[in-house]
């Protein structure tokens, strides 16, 4: 299978980024370094090529009804131009995906736009369209993926560079969406995010995706930078931290259950209102090593010199200086203070359990 | 992009590198190797006293986004280890054929060295 381009592919190319395989997209992974990128984003503001997420939209009279049923969260109670971090679960209540839903602005055509992870589009977009069927519901649903470009613009600094390019963003409040012409571009202004910084997310007509990236001065980074700042933020990695089939985790165990409202009906809820009732047996909590070492998904934990789990996602945090990881555990093992031994290759390194975020402002 | 290929060191397919010195050689990852892993934030070495094989796996360096086993490119007993490398790993992307040396051993046999990559030949391998 051949590895899908992002509109910017050419752009990267010609800045001798590095690229990897992610989520069958061929992405930077690396453009200076991952140190200079994170701290770019911490300090200043960093812009990321994100073209890889996909773009579902929904229309007609029965969207609401059909994103309700098919995500966690109450879809119900977002006005025109709110954002909503939700989950999509199965019949058990485990995570297939974990998204963004926008409630787009009146203005616009669809009612709905979600972003599903990178590779999971089609899955999402099939989802949807054969629970329309099933419930007989009357909306419109299309996969926009390739037609939309999107970048993030993160940092302290974000707002005040996006502001030199179009008018007053920061009217433009957290997890709200708005309309804004940037560098002569239509762009949605999304304030949303994944590095635990102030900034937005631009979604815009993929044709237009050079000007948009060459009007944003600042710092390029790429994914290996956008992985150690949301692991720092505590943000789970679709297809990492939960797994439908190698890992799969309902988002009580997941660490997300402020998105499941139980007073709506969807697909899982009646094995999420069991697992809300009786308490969930393994969790996913945030890690810090004690020692030299560096914690990597698929590792062992153990206590006592017996494994009680798994890592998710480790790395060393360019922030704080130390290896920091997420993983599942007994619950009775999930509360901060805890010590915890991550098996590096074979080898006992101390850790310690630490309420997440590791960072955050 | 051109990477550092020393006159003075032979390498490995594997990206490292040996320098001798008298009776004694210092070992470490090229400039190549440093430039594909990235940020360098751990490396694990043997102790002073261990010895190390040709080709056989001597420690483990580990960037950001990347695990890398480390092959020894000579046979001998470590006669000293950098350990400034512990507390500061990023010496190996600064200055991976100086101050990011990982280790000097006590040469077995001389001949291993002849068997070795050429700056040249290593040079076409990275081309």
């Known amino acids: 299978m051949s590895l899908r381009t992002p509109p910017l592919g050419e752009a990267h190319a010609a800045a001798e980024a590095k690229l990897t395989e992610f ?59 709110d954002a ?24 616009d055509d669809a009612a709905f736009l979600f972003i599903p992870n990178a590779g999971h589009d089609e899955d999402a977009h099939d989802r949807w369209v054969e629970h329309r069927e099933e419930w007989g519901l009357d909306a419109t649903v299309e996969n926009a993926t390739t037609e939309y470009g999107m970048i993030a613009l993160q940092g302290p600094d974000a707002l005040s560079l996006l502001g030199e390019l179009c008018e007053a963003p920061e009217d433009i409040s957290r997890f709200t969406v708005a309309h804004r012409d940037v560098a002569g571009v ?35 980074c790429g994914l290996g930078a956008r992985d150690t700042l949301r692991l720092e933020a505590g943000f789970l990695l679709s297809g990492q931290d939960f797994h439908i089939e190698d890992n799969p985790r309902n988002p009580y165990e997941a660490d997300i259950g402020f998105v499941v409202d139980l007073d709506t009906e969807f697909v899982g809820r009646e094995a999420l209102a069991a697992a809300a009732e009786s308490g969930v047996e393994e969790k996913l909590v945030g890690f810090r090593l004690q020692e030299r070492g560096i914690a990597r998904h698929g590792y062992d934990l153990a206590v006592d010199g017996e494994v009680v789990g798994t890592v998710s996602s480790g790395t060393m945090s360019p922030t704080l200086g130390d290896a920091i990881g997420l993983g599942y555990v007994p619950t009775e093992y999930a509360d901060p203070g805890t010590e915890l031994d991550v098996l590096v290759r074979g080898r006992e390194k101390r850790a310690e359990v630490e309420e997440l975020p590791f960072y955050g402002r | 992009m051109s990477f550092d290929v020393p006159d003075d060191c032979r390498y490995l397919e594997s990206h490292e590198w040996v320098r001798r010195d008298g009776d004694t050689a210092h070992i470490g990852i090229t400039d190549f190797a440093q430039d594909e892993l990235g940020d360098v934030v751990f490396v694990e070495l043997p102790e002073v006293g261990e010895s190390v094989e040709k080709d056989a796996e001597f420690g483990v360096i580990e960037s950001i986004k990347a695990v890398s086993d480390l092959y020894a490119p ?17 010496l190996v992307n600064e200055d991976p054929f100086g101050d990011g040396w990982m280790l000097e051993v006590d040469l077995d046999d001389e001949s291993e060295l002849e068997a070795l990559l050429s700056p040249a030949e290593y040079d076409d391998q990275i081309a």
């Open chain 1, 23 to 81: 989520g069958g997209w061929e992405m930077p992974v690396e453009f200076d370094s991952i140190t200079v990128e994170h701290e770019a984003v911490r300090e200043s503001a960093g812009k990321f090529d994100v073209s890889h997420m996909g773009e579902i939209e929904l229309s007609g009279p029965d969207s609401t009804e059909l994103m309700n049923r098919l995500t966690t969260n109450d879809v119900s109670a977002l006005d025109p131009g």
């Open chain 1, 84 to 107: 909503q971090y939700s989950a999509i679960t199965d019949e058990d209540g485990d995570i297939i995906d974990d998204t963004v839903v926008y409630r787009l602005p009146e203005a």
């Open chain 1, 186 to 220: 239509d762009c949605l202004v999304a304030r949303t995010g994944y590095t635990g910084e102030d900034g937005v997310e631009l979604l815009f007509d993929a044709d237009d995706s050079e000007a948009v990236w060459s009007a944003l001065e600042c710092q390029p």
């Open chain 2, 74 to 90: 000579v046979s001998g007993d470590v006669v000293s280890v950098n350990e400034d490398l512990f507390d500061a790993p990023e």
